[in-house]
């Protein structure tokens, strides 16, 4: 009984802190991406923007992702605007899913910069267990707001942030 009571509270250590380890991030890490064309960028260009920028981490296949992006594309124009934000959607399909991307991304009408993260460096280095992820930056480039997921009203949390980043 106490060999089972030691194996049980040392897995509750190991994930404890395993989950203590994947604390939120404060800057964007030095990973490189890809458009859509093959070009490759390194994301910490996008925290030296001087403007806020919206990070969200998607794929085809998620139903909450698309969901997310299409609100965010009908605000995305008054958001440029309101706030001057640029929207950055990461998809994090592999190598089988990519194809499908472009003819998404035309279909759905959305004009944000797409970017690739096909072998998932950035999403590991950011930490990001599930899609969709969003992140927000600053002017600054420092990581202001994350959520993890998408509900109907999610959109409403992020213009708050950028209200307050825009002293409104």
């Given at each position: 009984?106490?060999?089972?009571?030691?194996?049980?509270?040392?897995?509750v250590?190991?994930?404890?802190?395993?989950?203590?380890?994947?604390?939120?991030?404060?800057?964007?890490?030095?990973?490189?991406?890809?458009?859509?064309?093959?070009?490759?960028?390194?994301?910490?260009?996008?925290?030296?923007?001087?403007?806020?920028?919206?990070?969200?981490?998607?794929?085809?296949?998620?139903?909450?992702?698309?969901?997310?992006?299409?609100?965010?594309?009908?605000?995305?124009?008054?958001?440029?605007?309101?706030?001057?934000?640029?929207?950055?959607?990461?998809?994090?399909?592999?190598?089988?899913?990519?194809?499908?991307?472009?003819?998404?991304?035309?279909?759905?009408?959305?004009?944000?910069?797409?970017?690739?993260?096909?072998?998932?460096?950035?999403?590991?280095?950011?930490?990001?267990?599930?899609?969709?992820?969003?992140?927000?930056?600053?002017?600054?480039?420092?990581?202001?707001?994350?959520?993890?997921?998408?509900i109907?009203?999610?959109?409403?949390?992020?213009?708050?942030?950028?209200?307050?980043?825009?002293?409104?």
């Open positions: 009984m106490m060999k089972q009571w030691f194996s049980l509270m040392s897995l250590l190991f994930f404890g802190t395993q989950a203590l380890a994947q604390d939120k991030i404060k800057r964007l890490p030095n990973v490189v991406v890809k458009t859509l064309e093959g070009k490759s960028v390194n994301i910490q260009e996008y925290g030296r923007k001087n403007k806020p920028v919206v990070l969200s981490f998607w794929a085809t296949w998620c139903g909450p992702c698309k969901k997310e992006l299409d609100e965010l594309h009908k605000t995305y124009g008054a958001w440029q605007k309101k706030y001057q934000v640029e929207i950055v959607a990461v998809t994090v399909d592999d190598a089988r899913g990519l194809p499908k991307v472009k003819p998404m991304v035309a279909q759905k009408g959305w004009k944000y910069t797409i970017l690739s993260d096909m072998n998932k460096e950035l999403q590991e280095a950011c930490n990001i267990g599930n899609v969709p992820y969003t992140i927000l930056l600053d002017k600054k480039g420092n990581v202001v707001y994350q959520h993890n997921g998408y109907a009203g999610d959109e409403k949390e992020l213009e708050k942030q950028l209200t307050e980043l825009a002293g409104k």
